[in-house]
């Protein structure tokens, strides 16, 4: 299988090549579902893609966004751009897109984003008559889902394996849009699920805040599905953390084998992440439904590691949303 790691910018690309990444997915611009990480410029892209095969890794472009008809002549430019300076893949949302790309620049692999909520086998047929090679399936989907996929796919099959939820299927969430008119199908989500809400007065907590995804023990079992990509979720995350998913997945794809490695290395896969980051962890939707491992809900909003929160500087504080009558009430 081949790891996909994060690159919100350039120290970010720079650990994941160093940790053991196969690849990385980086955005340029607005067209991209990350805008809020530094990204690339457009003059970076060529010499982040040098740097990265030079070292043999791949890198691939998310064009992931919805994108309107006053951007195509933009998006077509990016494209153009990624084709000469030898991007190995373009991660699309949008449809029109995608036919823009085979039209534009038929040279670029094209791969099916998560953010087309891809969740059946009849999605995966579409996408590859529309000349995906690769589809991101939704990370709404059961082991049983993922395997019967895998088994009569005819084109690659990438699921995310490390990060954050969404609270909606992918690329279906309207709720930051609603909100903060801020869409996450434009690049511009503020996670409104990770916030405090107040039923009508009543104990302020996290109800729509989903514990992140982890599969660092079922390795073997995504191998045997037929799973081709693992796609570690963080563009936004810091590079500290983009260098310790990555080694620990690096390392766990080598001895995903070693049965009796689990227990001990699971430990210390946790103690170092929570150095770094500290959420909830968990299988989410792989385990069956109603079983203990299978809770989505984290209850806390997560945040910075140990290390991380003895160097930052505190930040604003925020005293939560309320519900009241029917109406969002922002703080």
Same mark, same amino acid.
């Given at each position: 299988m081949e790891l996909l790691s994060p690159a919100g910018h350039w120290e970010a690309m720079v650990a994941a090549v160093q940790c053991g990444a196969d690849a990385v997915y980086l955005g340029c611009g607005d067209l991209n579902a990350r805008r809020g990480a530094k990204n690339f410029s457009l003059q970076e892209l060529? /010499? +982040? &893609?040098?740097?990265?095969? *030079?070292?043999?890794v791949k890198v691939y472009l998310t064009v992931n966004t919805l994108v309107t008809d006053r951007e195509?002549?933009?998006?077509?430019?990016?494209?153009?751009? +990624?084709? /000469?300076?030898? &991007?190995?893949? &373009?991660?699309?949302?949008?449809?029109?897109?995608?036919?823009? +790309?085979?039209?534009? +620049? =038929?040279?670029? =692999?094209?791969?099916?984003?998560?953010?087309? *909520?891809?969740?059946?086998?009849?999605?995966?047929?579409?996408?590859?008559?529309?000349?995906? /090679?690769?589809?991101?399936l939704s990370r709404e989907l059961s082991r049983e889902d993922i395997r019967s996929i895998c088994q009569k796919s005819p084109i690659a099959i990438e699921v995310f394996a490390h990060g954050a939820l969404c609270m909606s299927w992918s690329g279906q969430c309207a709720m930051s849009a609603l909100i903060g008119e801020r869409s996450g199908n434009r690049g511009l989500c503020a996670q409104p699920c990770r916030l405090p809400y107040r039923l009508d007065g009543g104990k302020t907590g996290h109800p729509l805040s989903l514990k992140d995804m982890n599969l660092a023990s079922h390795l073997g079992e995504l191998e045997k599905m037929g799973v081709s990509v693992l796609k570690l979720e963080g563009r936004m995350k810091r590079p500290e953390y983009v260098a310790v998913i990555t080694r620990i997945y690096a390392v766990r794809l080598i001895f995903f084998f070693c049965v009796f490695l689990d227990t001990e290395f699971l430990f210390i896969f946790l103690v170092l992440l929570n150095r770094i980051f500290m959420p909830s962890w968990g299988l989410c939707f792989l385990r069956e439904a109603g079983s203990r491992e299978a809770r989505l809900v984290s209850y806390n909003s997560g945040g910075a590691g140990a290390a991380l929160r003895r160097a930052l500087p505190p930040g604003p504080a925020f005293t939560g949303a309320t519900w009241q009558g029917g109406t969002f009430k922002p703080p």
């Open positions: 060529p /010499r +982040a &893609v040098s740097y990265c095969h *030079t070292r043999g195509m002549d933009a998006a077509r430019e990016q494209l153009l751009l +990624a084709s /000469r300076c030898g &991007v190995d893949a &373009v991660i699309v949302q949008d449809w029109g897109l995608a036919s823009l +790309a085979r039209s534009a +620049a =038929p040279d670029l =692999p094209l791969h099916g984003s998560t953010q087309m *909520t891809i969740h059946s086998l009849a999605g995966v047929e579409a996408a590859a008559e529309l000349g995906l /090679r690769c589809a991101v």
